[in-house]
């Protein structure tokens, strides 16, 4: 964290929390102000206790933005002129929608030095205007990020609650040096898309000791899409993920579906999930393209899954008609190791491609267990390659059992 002696308050530019003002001016002559004056060593925003009703509003360099304890920045439900921003080039496209995206509600692009932090203050995205849309097939282009930093670098976000995103809540993409810690996210689990937090070809990034519970996966390591993706050619890697704590119906701990830039040396541990539909979720796709190596999740407690451990090579959609399907995405190179499971509907399932099998895929210590009177479903293997060690219920054939020096190239 960086000391910011230069201090301003949002209500030093009109500001009101009423919860019904609109203070989009105020946010942004604020951030102006900020951004023009240059003093050394930044400026905190301060956001006092309140609720303030904003649109979206851009971040600047060398700024911390603080809300205090019981302040809320909460997004407006009126979306007729929402910004719209260039697609992403590694996607080619709106995630959802073909063309431009939905600024996200608080954006920074280009940006260093820059810090969200505070008292457990919130910042409400109001998302289920975007929720319904998405339900009513009204949507025009992909839905609005609640934060997003783009080809930024030296990001701290930390003791801040996010709640209901329209769309996914934390996304770094084309980032380095972030530090995501200390946080709460927040959204029903019907909520379509609400993934926690996205790392998207970005590297260094260190995500810990928070909360997350959302209707998509509580964090997911992503890297491009198919051909646009493998174009833009940015991999995601040196990322450490701890400490999390949540729930999802969709997975807990994901790498995908968009890997095509490339995804390595992640290292997930100390997880403990419930109520979530897959525990640890690594997906791919044909068409992908792009290597997936060096992944260890280790020290996972899930209870009440549907599914323990998947990973794919079938999971996720395709931008449009032009991928290449012969650009298969290769799987090597994962270790997953202590893991406990209880009320685990289904082992495991490791579903590699025909012409790029999965290789080196490492099991050790895992225990995943079915419901009281229930039996817990097998393993469901095919196109993998690798060893298993003390693993319950037994895993397919294709893993077979053997000492991990000597089935894994790369030592637990």
Known sequence: MVYRSDKISITDFGAVGDGRTLNTKAFREAIYRIEHLKRRGGTLLYI???????????????????????????ATQDTSNWPLIAPLPSYGRGRE?????????????????????????????????????????TLQFTRPNLVEFKDSRGIIISNVIFKNSPFWNIHPVYCSNVVIRYVTILAPPDSPN???????????????????????????????WDQYGIAYGRPSYDITIRRITGSSPFAGIAVGSETSGGVANILAEHITLSNTGIGIHLKTNIGRGGIIRNITVSDVFMENVRRGIKIAGDVGDHPDENYNPNELPVMKHIRIKNVWGEKVQQAGLIKGLKNSPFTDICLANIHLSGSSGSRNGPWTCSDVRGGAVQVSPSPCSELISQSQTSVCSIPF
């Open 194 to 224: 609400t993934d926690g937090i996205d790392p998207d070809s970005s590297s260094h990034v260190c995500i810990e000791d928070s909360y997350i519970s959302t209707g998509d996966d509580l964090i997911a390591v992503k890297s491009g």
């Open 97 to 137: 929608r073909p063309g431009g995206r939905y600024i996200s509600f608080i954006h920074g692009d280009g940006l260093h030095d820059v810090i969200i932090t505070g008292e457990n203050g919130t910042i409400d995205g109001q998302g289920d205007v975007w929720w319904n849309m998405w339900r009513q097939r």
């Open 48 to 74: 006092p206790p309140g609720v303030y009703l904003t649109e979206s509003f851009n971040l600047t360099s060398r700024m911390t933005l603080y809300l205090a304890k019981g302040a809320v920045i909460k």
